[in-house]
C-alpha cells in the first residue's frame, strides 16, 4: 500500500517536474496608438499616423489567451513604446483592459527588446525572468503591425517595430529557430505576412 | 481613582478595537479571472454584491448577498442572461422596498448596449436593453433618490461633438425616453459617479475636454430634480489628465458635494499618478488638495461627522516585483493605513456607510486568472468619547520637507504620535527605491533627516520630481519633493 501511494507521489512529481506550458508572444510594432479611441479602421481612416485597432486585437488576444488557462507571466507581450492604450477620461470596454487594470504590455515593440525576450526564450534570462522552453512546451506567437516589404513583388518582408525598425523574414525565422518548443504556431496579421511562410513553416 | 483609570482604559481599548478593520471575508469563492464589481445595501440592512466574472467566452454578471451583515453569503449566482454575449462594468441599486436594479454593458459583434436586471424580492426579470437606439454604449453609474427614481448612466460617442454622457430614469415599470443633456455642447462630458441630495438633486463627479488637444479636467456636474435641468459644469482646478477610475463624489451633512479625481502627472509609462481632493462650500469648491502620490482607485464616503473616509489602491515592492494593496485614509489628518495584505494584485475598492459602519467590497488576487471578492467593514468611533478621552488616532503626525524645491540638499522632518518600526524612503516617479533614509524603530517625537539627492550608491540623482515616503506600521504618509540644481 505505502509502495502504491509512494509511486502515485511519485508519478505526479514527474508528471509536474515535465509537464508543458503554454508560452505565448504577441508583437505589436508600428503604428501602435496610444491617442484618442477616435477613428476607425486604418484603410477607413488614412489620414491618422496610428491606429487603435491595433491594441484592440492585442487586448482581445491576451483576455482570450488567460481564459485559455495561459498564465499571464507566460505570455509576453511587446506593444507600442511599451504601455498600455489606455486614454484618460474615456471608459474603455472591459475586453481591451488587463482584466485587474493591470499592465497588458511588457517592453517596447523594438528590436532591441524583441531580440531579448526571443532569445531569453531559447536559452533564458533570469534577470527578466524569461524561462528557456524546451521540447515540451507550446509556443503561440501572434504579430500585427503595418508590415512591409522589399520591394514590389519581392519575398524579403519585415515586420515593422517602433522607431522605425524593421526585423526581416530570415532574422525572424532565425530567432525562432533557436526556441525549443513540442509546437509553434504563428499567427501574424500585418500586411506581406505569406512572405514569412517558406521561412517559417518548418519550425515545429 | 483606580477604578476610573481602568475604565478608562477599558474604554480605549474597546475603541481602538472598534476602530480596527474586520478579517476579509470572501464573498465569491470560485478562483478565476474577475474584474469590476458593485454593491448595495438596502433598507433591512441586506448587502447585495455583483461582479465581473471570466467563463471561456468572456465576462458575465454574478450576484451574492448576505443577510448577516457580511459575515455569510449565499453561492454566486449567474444573473446575466446565458447566451454567447459578454457583459461588464456592473452597477447596482436598491430602492425602499428592497427591490434591485442592475446595469452594465453588453457586448456582441462589437456592439455595445446598456442592459437592466431587476430582481423584484422574488425572481430576476430577463434582461432589457434601455439604449436600444444607440450602439457602443458603456455602462457608467446607477444612482436611486430617496422617491425611488433609478438613473442609469451610460458613454456613448457622438461623431463629431465627442464623448457624451446618456441617461433614463427608470420607475417601477417603465423607463424613459434617453435624456443627451450636453449633446449640443462641443468637446467630451462625462461622469463617473452620482449621489442624490435629499430633495432629489443629482451630484454627479466626471470630467470635461473643450478640445480634442486639451486636458480632461474633473468636472461637477449636477441636475436640479424641481425645473429638470442640468446646469453648467464645474471644472475643478485640474492640472493634469483627469482620469475616470478614481473619481467619486460624496454629499456631508450639510447636504454639499466633495470630490475625488485621479490626475497623471507622466502620460507616458509608467503612468504616475495624484488623488486630488476638494470640496464646495456652498459658494465655491476648495484648491485641491493632494491626498497621496501614485494611487489607482479611490472611493470615498462622509460620515455624520463630516469626516471623509476614503480607500484606494497604492502601489508596493516585494524586492523588484510590484504589487497593490489598498490603504485607508480620513480626512483627520489624511494619514493612511495600509488594510490589505495581497502578493498581487487588490483592487476596485467600494465603500459605503451604514449604521456608522464603513463597508467595503474589493477584489483581491494571486494572479490574472486567480482573484476573489472580498469584504470588510469598520465601527466608526463615537467621537464625542474619542474627544473627552483626548485620544489622536494618527501615529504620523506631521512629515514636511524644507526647502521644497531644492538645489542640493532638502531637510525631511516627521513627527510621530507614538513609537512604531519607522521605514523612510525617497521614491522616483516610477515609484522604485532611490534611497532609504531611515530603517529603525523610533520613539514618540520630533526628527530631521537630511536627503543630499544621491542613491544608494552614493550618485548624484537626476533633477525632477521624488517622493518621500514614511511607513510606521501600516501608516503611511508621502510628500512629493522637487530637486532642481
Given at each position: 500500500m505505502k509502495k502504491c501511494v509512494l509511486s502515485i507521489v511519485l508519478l505526479f512529481l514527474v508528471v509536474q517536474f515535465f509537464a508543458a506550458e503554454k508560452y505565448a508572444l504577441l508583437i505589436t510594432g508600428q503604428a501602435a496608438d496610444h491617442g484618442d479611441?477616435?477613428?476607425?479602421w486604418a484603410l477607413a481612416n488614412p489620414g491618422r499616423k496610428r491606429h487603435q485597432e491595433f491594441w484592440y486585437d492585442l487586448a482581445m488576444l491576451f483576455n482570450m489567451l488567460l481564459r485559455q488557462g495561459y498564465e499571464e507571466e507566460n505570455i509576453y507581450v511587446l506593444y507600442g513604446e511599451g504601455f498600455d492604450y489606455d486614454p484618460p477620461g474615456i471608459t474603455m470596454p472591459?475586453?481591451?483592459?488587463h482584466p485587474l487594470n493591470g499592465?497588458?504590455?511588457?517592453?517596447?515593440?523594438?528590436r532591441e527588446h524583441l531580440e531579448t525576450v526571443l532569445s531569453g526564450l531559447a536559452r533564458g534570462n533570469q534577470e527578466l525572468g524569461i524561462p528557456q522552453l524546451n521540447d515540451d512546451d507550446f509556443l503561440f506567437i501572434w504579430t500585427f503591425d503595418h508590415g512591409g516589404h522589399?520591394?514590389?513583388?519581392?519575398?524579403v518582408v519585415n515586420l515593422c517595430l517602433m522607431d522605425n525598425e524593421v526585423i526581416w523574414n530570415w532574422e525572424f525565422a532565425d530567432m525562432l529557430r533557436q526556441i525549443n518548443s513540442q509546437k509553434k504556431v504563428v499567427w501574424m496579421q500585418q500586411c506581406f505576412s505569406c512572405g514569412l511562410i517558406d521561412d517559417i513553416e518548418a519550425l515545429h | 481613582m483606580k477604578r476610573l483609570m481602568i475604565v478608562l482604559a477599558y474604554l480605549s481599548v474597546c475603541i481602538l478595537l472598534a476602530q480596527s478593520w474586520s478579517q476579509p471575508i470572501n464573498v465569491s469563492n470560485q478562483q478565476n479571472i474577475k474584474s469590476k464589481l458593485d454593491f448595495c445595501i438596502d433598507s433591512r440592512g441586506i448587502i447585495h454584491c455583483i461582479w465581473m466574472s471570466g467563463n471561456p467566452i468572456g465576462y458575465q454578471i454574478y450576484y451574492s448577498r448576505s443577510i448577516d451583515g457580511g459575515l455569510t453569503w449565499t453561492t454566486p449566482l449567474q444573473i446575466s442572461d446565458i447566451d454567447a454575449y459578454t457583459r461588464y462594468y456592473p452597477k447596482i441599486v436598491a430602492d425602499s422596498s428592497g427591490r434591485l436594479f442592475v446595469t452594465y454593458t453588453c457586448t456582441y459583434e462589437g456592439t455595445e448596449t446598456i442592459r437592466l436586471k431587476r430582481y423584484n424580492g422574488r425572481v430576476w426579470t430577463p434582461e432589457q436593453t434601455?439604449?436600444?437606439?444607440?450602439?457602443n454604449s458603456i455602462n457608467l453609474a446607477l444612482a436611486i433618490d430617496n422617491c425611488d427614481r433609478v438613473y442609469s448612466f451610460w458613454q456613448v460617442y457622438e461623431n463629431p461633438i465627442g464623448y457624451k454622457f446618456n441617461y433614463v430614469v427608470i420607475g417601477e415599470d417603465n423607463i424613459s425616453q434617453i435624456f443627451s443633456p450636453y449633446s449640443s455642447t462641443l468637446g467630451d462630458n462625462l461622469i463617473y459617479s452620482v449621489v442624490a441630495d435629499s430633495i432629489g438633486n443629482l451630484h454627479c463627479s466626471g470630467s470635461r475636454r473643450e478640445t480634442p488637444n486639451s486636458i480632461f479636467n474633473a468636472c461637477y456636474y449636477r441636475y436640479n430634480i424641481s425645473d429638470r435641468e442640468w446646469l453648467a459644469p464645474v471644472s475643478m482646478l485640474t492640472q493634469y489628465d483627469a482620469y475616470q477610475n478614481g473619481s467619486d463624489i460624496s454629499l456631508n451633512r450639510q447636504g454639499l458635494p466633495l470630490m475625488t479625481w485621479r490626475e497623471v502627472l507622466n502620460p507616458n509609462y509608467p503612468l504616475n499618478d495624484r488623488s486630488q481632493f476638494s470640496q464646495f462650500n456652498g459658494q465655491v469648491w476648495s484648491n485641491p488638495i493632494t491626498i497621496s502620490e501614485d494611487p489607482w482607485y479611490q472611493t470615498m464616503v462622509v460620515d455624520a461627522n463630516n469626516i471623509v473616509h476614503l480607500v484606494q489602491v497604492e502601489k508596493f515592492y516585494i524586492g523588484p516585483r510590484q504589487i497593490k494593496n489598498l490603504v485607508y485614509y480620513t480626512s483627520d489628518g489624511w494619514e493612511g493605513e495600509i488594510i490589505t495584505n495581497s502578493t498581487n494584485i487588490a483592487t476596485f475598492p467600494e465603500l459605503r456607510l451604514y449604521n456608522n459602519t464603513l463597508y467595503l467590497v474589493y477584489l483581491d488576487s494571486i494572479s490574472a486568472s486567480v482573484a476573489d471578492i472580498y469584504f470588510m467593514k469598520r465601527v466608526l468611533p463615537d467621537t464625542s468619547i474619542n474627544d473627552e478621552l483626548n485620544i489622536d488616532p494618527t501615529i504620523i503626525s506631521s512629515l514636511s520637507a524644507n526647502p521644497n524645491p531644492f538645489r542640493e540638499s532638502v531637510e525631511i522632518n516627521y513627527k510621530l504620535n507614538s513609537g512604531g518600526p519607522v521605514n523612510l524612503g525617497i521614491f522616483n516617479i516610477r515609484g522604485q527605491l532611490v534611497k532609504t533614509l531611515s530603517k529603525e524603530y523610533k520613539n514618540p517625537g520630533t526628527y530631521t533627516v537630511l536627503w543630499d539627492g544621491s542613491n544608494e550608491h552614493g550618485n548624484s540623482v537626476s533633477n525632477g520630481i521624488y517622493y518621500c515616503r514614511i511607513q510606521v506600521d501600516n501608516k503611511i504618509k508621502t510628500i512629493k519633493l522637487l530637486l532642481v540644481k
Open positions: 479611441p477616435i477613428g476607425s472591459a475586453i481591451y483592459l499592465q497588458i504590455t511588457d517592453y517596447p515593440a523594438d522589399e520591394g514590389e513583388g519581392s519575398s | 434601455i439604449s436600444a437606439s444607440q450602439v
